[in-house]
């Protein structure tokens, strides 16, 4: 089956092939017009995806070698993220749809994240951990079969990827703050400082990282002339340190031997050498950076496997800006 995935549920607007389960042609726009601001600014967010979306469409077609008339469904991201994002692509999607008399069903983004693991490595296996990091989501899933999920933990404030981007800002580093604070820490020390780790009783599996970034605020007022780098490696340190720890008694609670990392904070190598070496007895798997950030390969390939089961929605879909997992 060829199926059509559309993504602009933040500040990527991107568009993929997904045909028989693999991705033929994935394409990603990340806005970076946001950057000056210091953080996506929804509104510009979405006239952006409307400028972008149509030629988007027309590149990633004609990258996969396909006409409209190939294409057997759409998939498109329906919830979580922005409401006015959402819309673009959804509307944008819903008219294709009705035009070609084409099959479309509304993802879940959450879910995609999750299934771009199965792009990264075809050999994974039900049922695995997937920890999800992500610039709204801090989460550690059950996964035990497609729409058989359960929640174990999640953050009571900011997400992992909201504590990056915070403490960027606080450091008077651009957006996104994950990669920035990633740069910097290359040359820290990251035992330089203590920062706090929130929520570490034994088989607890929620996090909070808002008192981190708040701990971050006030070392920076009363230290001047701070090593940045060390600051960074540090504040890096324990966002990492938190969620490996987690991973690991998610994977003791569940007895799971495989773990998958997904959502943009994946990209993170700091956090991927240190899943690999404390977690050495598990498979791991970490999709690749195209696939941790936001895509529409994920969206192509999920949607592919719903649709190709019969499983679509109706013309009439609204977003769910707020759509959760379970
Ligand atoms: O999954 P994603 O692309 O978008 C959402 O659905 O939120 O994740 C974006 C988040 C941002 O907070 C960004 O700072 C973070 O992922 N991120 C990183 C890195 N690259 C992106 N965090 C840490 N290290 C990175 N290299
Ligand atoms: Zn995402």
């Known amino acids: 089956m060829i199926v059509l995935g559309i993504e602009t549920s933040c500040d990527e607007?991107?568009?993929?092939?997904?045909?028989?389960g693999s991705i033929i042609s994935s394409q990603i726009s990340t806005q970076t017009i946001h950057r000056k601001y210091g953080g996506v600014v929804p509104e510009i967010a979405s006239r952006e995806h409307e400028k972008l979306l149509?030629?988007?469409?027309?590149?990633?077609?004609?990258?996969?070698?396909?006409?409209?008339?190939?294409?057997?469904?759409?998939?498109?991201?329906q919830g979580p993220g922005l409401s006015g994002t959402l819309i673009t692509g959804i509307c944008f999607a819903k008219g294709l749809a009705l035009g070609l008399e084409l099959p479309i069903i509304g993802i879940n983004h959450l879910e995609a994240h999750i299934f771009a693991n199965f792009l990264a490595d075809p050999s994974l296996k039900f049922p695995f951990i997937c920890l999800l990091v992500s610039?709204?989501?801090?989460?550690?899933?059950?996964?035990r079969n497609l729409k058989d999920y359960s929640l174990l933990g999640e953050s009571r404030d900011d997400a992992a990827g909201e504590a990056f981007d915070k403490g960027a800002r606080i450091l008077g580093l651009g957006y996104p703050g994950g990669p920035e604070i990633e740069k910097l820490s290359m040359d820290g020390n990251d035992n330089a400082i203590k920062f706090p780790?929130?929520?570490?009783?034994?088989?607890?599996?929620?996090?909070?990282?808002s008192g981190l970034k708040t701990s971050l605020?006030?070392?920076?007022?009363?230290?001047?002339?701070?090593?940045?780098n060390d600051v960074a490696a540090s504040y890096q340190?324990?966002?990492?340190?938190?969620?490996?720890?987690?991973?690991?008694w998610a994977m003791k609670k569940t007895g799971c031997d495989t773990c998958v990392i997904a959502g943009g904070v994946a990209a993170?190598?700091?956090?991927?050498?240190?899943?690999?070496?404390?977690?050495?007895?598990?498979?791991?798997?970490?999709?690749?950076?195209a696939l941790c950030t936001d895509n529409a390969a994920m969206i192509a390939y999920l949607g592919e496997l719903y649709l190709s089961r019969g499983v679509k929605s109706e013309y009439d879909f609204p977003i769910q800006p707020n759509l959760k997992l379970v």
């Not at 605020?217 to 940045?228: K, V």
Request: aromatic share 8%.
């Open 13 to 20: 607007t991107a568009a993929a092939v997904s045909k028989d």
């Open 54 to 77: 149509n030629e988007m469409v027309s590149n990633t077609l004609k990258d996969a070698k396909i006409f409209l008339q190939d294409l057997e469904g759409i998939a498109v991201t």
């Open 135 to 143: 610039g709204g989501h801090t989460q550690i899933w059950h996964v």
């Open 197 to 209: 780790r929130a929520l570490m009783k034994k088989y607890n599996l929620e996090f909070s990282f």
């Open 217 to 228: 605020l006030y070392h920076m007022d009363s230290h001047e002339n701070e090593n940045l």
């Open 237 to 248: 340190k324990a966002i990492v340190d938190v969620l490996i720890i987690k991973l690991k």
């Open 268 to 289: 993170n190598q700091f956090l991927r050498k240190s899943v690999e070496s404390m977690l050495t007895a598990q498979k791991v798997i970490f999709p690749d950076l």
